[in-house]
């Protein structure tokens, strides 16, 4: 499957979190839960600029994120990508996602403290070279 595929976008649409796994330096894993929006070639994400899943994606950019659901009959879908992350300057199309995310997350003006991202956030997007799913037909 490819992450354009119907299915899977609609999948991720009705997702509010997906989890993302970077590479720390001494090679372990690091999973957080993220907010994200996706696209039928991207998913793009937004974090505290100082943190440690940033410094490792600064380092190495390769990373894994997971979505996942289950049903209340038990029926377990979901969806993971693997690619490698691009931070985003500020421009037309960063601009453009940062008004999707106020769509997508309402609180976020009131975190933000305004419509602006503030400069100590960072934009990444990531370009998945493989996407894998399960339960979603």
Not at 18 to 36: C, E, H, I, N, S
Not at 41 to 49: D, E, L
């Amino acid at each position: 499957m490819a992450l354009d595929d119907g299915r899977i976008q609609g999948f991720l649409a009705s997702k509010e979190v997906a989890v993302l796994a970077t590479v720390q330096a001494d090679g372990a894993p690091m999973a957080m839960p993220m907010w994200f929006l996706h696209a039928p070639t991207s998913v793009t994400m937004i974090s505290v600029a100082d943190t440690q899943k940033v410094r490792n994606l600064r380092r190495d950019p390769r990373v894994s994120v997971v979505a996942e659901a289950v049903s209340g009959s038990g029926e377990v879908r979901g969806v993971t990508l693997q690619g490698r992350a691009e931070f985003l300057s500020d421009g037309p199309e960063r601009r453009a996602l940062i008004e999707r995310f106020h769509a997508k997350y309402r609180g976020l003006e009131r975190l933000w403290g305004g419509k602006s991202m503030p400069a100590n956030r960072v934009m990444f997007k990531i370009v998945p070279s493989r996407v894998r799913s399960w339960g979603l037909g």
